[in-house]
């Protein structure tokens, strides 16, 4: 049981929580090796916004969505009014701006680290066109992720990739104002297998510090190695002013995209836990963009979302508790014991019961999940857009 000052701490810290949820997160998408269709699924970009309305409606923490420019906006600019105004329909609004720069043809041997200078300006131009979507939706974040690098010893220069990437990201920098940021992704390998561009925290650190203060790095929970100590990643990043967001997955093997905490709920604790503990200690609460990025080919997808928003929310919840003066304590005294003792303490405390009463306060179900199945949404989605997720099946195979 908790007390009342853990209570109205933890419904404080559920207020001040919100997780975007990201548009392609509801499309038919799949493995390399095959795509499991969902007679439900979203087969457009204002179906991906329904979906994440309707997630938003019965879990009350995900009030935006993440978009990927050339997936939900084909034609550019010209699609923001409209996608802007559905979005408002459905509750939500337009989050982080994904431009990609990882599809066309023309982006084999990379793109801002293209030996082709005209590739390099490509990439550049549709970033920039990003950019001016970010300023017409009003959205804070541009999220740049890259998959560039190489793939065999020896077929590029390392270093002369490095300054391509160092001068396109400064030019990026140079075309945001107000208050627009630019996150850096990382990810040590796929689909780069030898030496990716952008591999790990400290280059997505030095590419940000090269292009300025607007840009913050992104941690990607499944972008680690196996073992990786990403909560120490977290509390660097957040030491020196420098994380800006996440995309939360988990991860068994490699970079997996399974649902967040499935695997090791005790580890996004951690990464929370560091959040926390910095808040409380600096008194000053970080900006973060928290956001999902998973693929959800097996289990229903919706289902899978408000499945993650409340195991984020639960872990978030529980890291909040920590007894931040008695851990401080504990480690200031050596006492290991008693230290570890505090973390796991809360991390056990069933924080159930106060994520219903916050649920109640807002006006929403105790049980989003039950809520949502009892809505009949996703049989009316099926038939919907069945017959449009078949023509996907056929059009696979
Ligand atoms: C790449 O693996 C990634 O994590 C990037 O964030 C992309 O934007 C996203 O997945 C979707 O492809
Ligand atoms: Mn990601």
Known sequence: ????????????????????????????????????????AATCTAEKIADAGAVHRFTGCCPSVAVHV?????????????????????????????????????YKNGSLGNPDPEVRKQALSHILDSVEIQRATGSRDLSLWFADGLSYPGTGSIRARKGWFTDGLKTVHAALSGNQRMLVEYKPFEPAFYATDIADWGMAYIYSKHAGPRAKVLVDTGHH???????????????????????????RYADDDLTLGCMDPYQVFRIFHEICYFTWETGKAPDIAYMVDQSHNLKNKIEETIQTSNNAQEL??????????????YQKAGELVDAEECLRTAFFADVRPV???????????????????????????????????????????
């Not at 509801?26 to 493995?31: E, I, K, V």
């Not at 994520?355 to 009316?380: I, N, V």
């Open 1 to 40: 049981m908790l007390t009342s000052q853990q209570t109205e701490l933890a419904l404080k810290a559920l207020d001040n929580f919100t997780i975007e949820l990201p548009s392609w997160g509801f499309a038919n998408t799949g493995t390399r090796f095959g795509k499991f269709i969902q007679a439900s």
């Open 70 to 106: 050339l997936w939900d906006f084909p034609n550019g600019l010209s699609d923001v009014a409209g996608l802007m105004k559905t979005a408002s329909e459905h509750g939500v609004r337009i989050g982080a701006i994904n431009p990609n720069v990882f599809q066309d043809q023309c």
């Open 225 to 251: 190695y196996q073992t990786q100590n990403i909560e120490q990643i977290v509390a660097w990043l957040l030491a020196e002013d420098m994380l800006g967001g996440f995309h939360f997955n988990d991860r």
């Open 316 to 329: 978030y919840l529980k890291a909040a508790l920590v007894d931040h003066a008695q851990l401080a304590q």
């Open 355 to 397: 994520l219903r009463e916050w649920r109640k306060s807002k006006g929403l179900a105790e049980d989003p999940m039950a809520a949502f199945r009892e809505s009949g949404y996703t049989r009316k989605a099926e038939q919907e857009r069945a017959a449009r997720n078949q023509g996907a099946v056929s059009s696979y195979a």
